[in-house]
């Protein structure tokens, strides 16, 4: 199982929480400390990258 990654990673910032969610998947969210979440997919976030 692929670790989760964060939302400050520079995959995730170049693909976008908006286009990310639109693929299907959401992203975890820490109520107290929210640092843009986690995308819990890598494998797909990888794949939208390329």
């Avoid at 964060?6 to 992203?27: N, S």
Wanted: without cysteine.
């Amino acid at each position: 199982m692929a670790a989760k990654v964060p939302a400050i990673d520079r995959r995730a910032i170049f693909i976008g929480a908006e286009a990310y969610e639109k693929a299907g998947v959401t992203i975890l969210r820490d109520l107290i400390e929210d640092h843009g979440g986690w995308f819990e997919d890598a494998a797909l976030l990888n794949e939208l990258v390329r």
